[in-house]
């Protein structure tokens, strides 16, 4: 059984109160919930995070109106290694600041114009990769332009967007990314420049 603390943290987090995100929540109180629930629940926890938790709360029957936006977020944020977090478990700005070759950084302080063009560069290094590696990297900035239009800032999102949607329609494996961040924008062709 789930302690009710730990189904109130649930709820706040999946409604977008929770002071503090999965990744710096989860191992604060794994060693308790290891002893609490049955080993088959707490590794479905561990490992399926929101999903579980959201299952949980449900089971529980406890009332909640969740925030999609903000779950989305929280999903987001508890895929990201640990590494990359702040102890709030949320990115850390210096981070955020190189990704992209730094394109991330010049967009938080308003340089859309040099974000392009470094985004430019990095669409064109990505290119040379395999279909594997392109689709990859095509799909994290995609992810990333999304979260940001949707949960953050929506002209760095457009930004991003914008990067992934000027890869011209080549491979099955990339074109799904591309297909994804012009649907985002509304526009159906490659963005020119």
Excluded at 14 to 42: I, M, Q, T
Excluded at 68 to 78: L, N, Q, S, T, V
Excluded at 129 to 144: I, R, T, W
Excluded at 145 to 155: A, N, R, S, V, W
Aim: with cysteine; aromatic share 8%; charged share 35%.
């Amino acid at each position: 059984m789930v302690r009710p603390e730990h189904l109130l943290y649930f709820k706040e987090l999946l409604e977008g109160r929770a002071d503090v995100s999965w990744n710096a929540w989860f191992p604060r109180h794994e060693a308790e919930l290891a002893r609490e629930l049955p080993r088959a629940e707490f590794l479905r926890l561990k490992f399926q995070k929101l999903d579980e938790a959201e299952k949980l709360l449900r089971a529980a029957g406890v009332e909640y109106t969740p925030d999609p936006a903000a779950a989305r977020r929280e999903r987001y944020h508890a895929l990201l290694d640990p590494s990359v977090l702040d102890q709030r478990g949320r990115p850390r700005p210096e981070f955020r600041r190189k990704a992209y070759n730094g394109a991330l950084g010049q967009l938080m302080d308003g340089e859309v114009d040099a974000a392009r063009a470094t985004l430019g560069k990095f669409i064109r290094r990505v290119r040379r990769y395999p279909a594997e590696k392109q689709a990859e990297e095509l799909e994290d900035l995609c992810f990333d332009g999304e979260m940001e239009l949707t949960l953050g800032d929506p002209e760095i999102g457009r930004v991003l967007l914008e990067a992934v949607a000027s890869v011209p329609p080549r491979d099955d494996l990339v074109d799904p990314a591309t297909d994804r961040a012009r649907g985002l924008l509304g526009q159906s062709e490659p963005a020119l420049g």
